[in-house]
């Protein structure tokens, strides 16, 4: 008996979202019944205990929520969903807020998924999604059937906010803020390096071309000389016997 094994790589990919959009997003779908109920959140090999990880509603769903309280719920896991998706909890305690202080937690958690984004062979953002497309195809050597669409219009983009609500979002969201403007630039540095590495290869492709081109030509130059000189000489006889 022959066991073939196969070596296969995998890649950690995510998306990123603008923080207020994706938060707005959220309530939406938790206003139309949605719940994580089923999500065990293992950090250490355990689930954080009802104290370390309160509800923020009784019953089955929290369906009907208001943006007011959606926003005033302290153990919301909408809050920061970014950072602390991508972050490794149990640098900070998992889900347990004594194990070390507010602020060194929150220092701890935003470089945590600065690095982990960093370190990851794609991530797009939902902004940007053709240059989103470009990128993943120039990472992984695929090309998508059809281009990827900008919806700008979602069913955040509806809600009808003010600069108060919105700056309450954001301060709510305050590690997913930061993190945001962090993968932006980043994002944008890969692109552009990988625009530039793509014109590169194109000059020199283009440039291998030419350089085959020329050598053609001078291979078919010689020949074309004997050949003429050839009907020159058969002509000239002709002419001698004439």
Not at 146 to 159: D, G, H, I, K, L
Not at 217 to 241: G, K, L, M
């Amino acid at each position: 008996m022959m066991i073939v094994s196969f070596v296969r790589n995998f890649y950690y990919i995510t998306m990123l979202r603008d923080p207020v959009s994706r938060y707005l997003s959220e309530w939406k779908h938790v206003q139309r019944g949605a719940t994580w109920k089923t999500s065990l959140h293992m950090c250490d090999g355990r689930s954080p205990t009802p104290d370390e990880l309160p509800t923020c509603y009784e019953g089955d769903d929290w369906s009907g929520v208001s943006l007011e309280e959606f926003m005033d719920c302290s153990y919301n896991l909408a809050n920061n969903r970014q950072v602390r998706m991508l972050a490794d909890l149990s640098l900070v305690g998992c889900y347990n807020l004594t194990f070390m202080n507010e602020s060194e937690r929150n220092m701890i958690l935003l470089q945590s998924a600065k690095n982990n984004l960093k370190n990851m062979a794609f991530f797009g953002l939902t902004e940007f999604q053709r240059k989103t497309q470009y990128l993943f195809e120039r990472t992984f050597n695929l090309k998508f059937i059809s281009p990827f669409t900008q919806f700008n219009v979602t069913r955040a983009s509806n809600v009808d906010i003010g600069e108060d609500v919105r700056q309450r979002i954001e301060e709510l969201n305050f590690l997913d803020m930061q993190l945001y403007e962090y993968a932006k630039d980043l994002f944008l540095q890969r692109f552009q390096y990988s625009k530039q590495e793509e014109h590169q290869m194109n000059r020199l492709k283009r440039r291998e071309e030419r350089r085959l081109l020329r050598e053609q030509r001078a291979h078919q130059w010689p020949r074309e000389e004997v050949a003429e000189v050839a009907v020159t000489e058969d002509y000239n006889s002709q002419v001698a016997r004439w």
